[in-house]
């Protein structure tokens, strides 16, 4: 039986049952008819591989990164291109270079990439991994083909958990898609060296831990049915349940012979070695909507499009457009803007007061952090400009889940500083 890991909430059951809904919607394909691919992720600038005008199809690449750290970026529209310097087509609004692509509706394929075999070797499957365009799935976007190059791991963790409210797409994936994200473990574990005894299965549904009993039917691979519990599904929480282990503060899984990879980066996986790039993704779009939906869209389909295809119950100035989880995702600048490769969740949600009160000293974000930090103290210090005494703090453990603001009385904005803080190193 998974252990606990600290901290950490239990939804209501209002959300829990909005997750159950959405967990019953199959998947949907829906093709919009652009699609907006910004050129800058992250501390990455991309290089466009197109000329404005350019006819382009399906799975052609579009832009790389002349650094080589981050795999390229293909387009999920054939039509044509048009590259705009100084968008603001993005979801923060912040300016930079914007590849569109105005679909011609005909869906004309690139010509795939050679299918790799199934004894293909870990250096193959590494290099498929950068070719298919493959980031991390389950939201933090880390180049696959970096977490598994000349890796020899005892330990796969596949994370089906999906422990934000409302979000199901990958539920769905384990659900529909079982000889697929069969095939694409197959491939990850093949690419790290891992044992079959070390793969484990992980969710935190009845229904979701069935179909994954489906796709290890057959192999030594374990399945383990987490409690329900947010953030499960963050990779320290994870590997704390399944395998009892915490891992020192600054130590990646992957050096410590330990893989964790999203579900619909193992279906993504499949289909990059079956000779398809990374060019859509699923996505639930949810909230106070009427028809929750999950869809199967070209990555870059702007979001208002996406919210339109649930009948919102609310609009104008009451609304605002989340482009992520409840928990961890962002206010969106731009609705369109267009869905990035990390994005699996689009909600509308009404918007909050974000006044805060003084600190009262409950304790509350202490209990529910699942990093054990202070997150009242570190707010106190951020406050007082001591930057030292946030990193006395281990602000930099904070793994941006939000529970800290999510149980604050007094609406601390809790989370969205001490992030801050981290990114900015301590
Ligand atoms: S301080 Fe960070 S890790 Fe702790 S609860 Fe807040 S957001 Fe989560
Ligand atoms: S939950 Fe809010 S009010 Fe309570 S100690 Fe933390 S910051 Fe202060």
Aim: charged content about 20%; glycine content about 10%.
């Amino acid at each position: 039986m998974a252990k606990a890991f600290r901290g950490g909430i239990r939804f209501s059951e209002t959300l829990r049952a909005a997750k159950e809904t959405a967990l019953h919607v199959p998947l949907c394909v829906f093709t919009p008819h652009i699609i907006h691919l910004p050129l800058q992720e992250g501390r990455t600038n991309f290089s466009p591989t197109v000329i404005d005008g350019v006819h382009v199809r399906v799975g052609d690449v579009v832009a790389t990164d002349p650094t080589g750290n981050t795999p390229p970026i293909h387009s999920g529209l054939s039509g044509t291109a048009r590259v705009e310097k100084n968008s603001r087509l993005t979801p923060d609004g912040k300016p930079c270079t914007v590849i569109s692509v105005i679909g011609d509706g005909l869906k004309t394929a690139a010509i795939p990439l050679p299918p790799l075999s199934n004894t293909a070797d870990p250096s193959s499957i590494v290099q498929r991994m950068y070719d298919g365009g493959l980031v991390g799935l389950g939201g933090a976007g880390f180049p696959t083909f970096r977490k598994y190059k000349d890796k020899t791991a005892h330990h796969l963790l596949i994370n089906a958990c999906e422990c934000e409210p409302y979000l199901a797409c990958d539920g769905r994936l384990v659900i529909e898609q079982t000889d697929t994200v069969r095939e694409g473990i197959n491939y990850l574990m093949h690419a790290g060296s891992v044992p079959e005894s070390g793969v484990r299965l992980c969710a935190e549904s009845d229904a979701v831990t069935e179909g994954l009993h489906r796709i290890a039917d057959g192999t030594r691979w374990k399945v383990v049915r987490l409690p329900e519990r947010y953030p499960q599904g963050s990779e320290k929480q994870l590997i704390r349940a399944v395998l009892g282990l915490e891992l020192p503060q600054g130590v990646y899984p992957a050096d410590w012979g330990i893989l964790v990879s999203n579900i619909g980066t193992a279906a993504a996986m499949a289909d990059a070695a079956n000779g398809l790039p990374l060019t859509h993704r699923a996505v639930t779009v949810s909230g106070v909507v009427a028809k929750p939906r999950n869809l199967f869209v070209p990555i870059g389909t702007p979001f208002r499009e996406l919210a339109a295809q649930t009948e919102p119950l609310i609009t104008g100035r009451q609304s605002q457009l989340i482009a992520g989880g409840a928990m961890t995702g962002r206010r969106l600048v731009c609705a369109d803007a267009g869905l990035p490769k990390t994005c699996g969740g689009v909600l509308v949600l009404p918007i909050e007061s974000e006044e805060e009160s003084p600190c009262i000293r409950c304790g509350a974000c202490v209990r529910v952090c699942p990093s054990g930090l202070m997150p009242y103290l570190i707010d106190q210090a951020w406050l007082q400009q001591e930057d030292g005494l946030c990193a006395d703090l281990k602000a930099t453990s904070c793994i941006s889940c939000g529970c800290c603001s999510r149980v604050c009385p007094a609406r601390r904005q809790l989370a969205a500083r001490i992030t801050h803080i981290r990114r900015k190193g301590g």
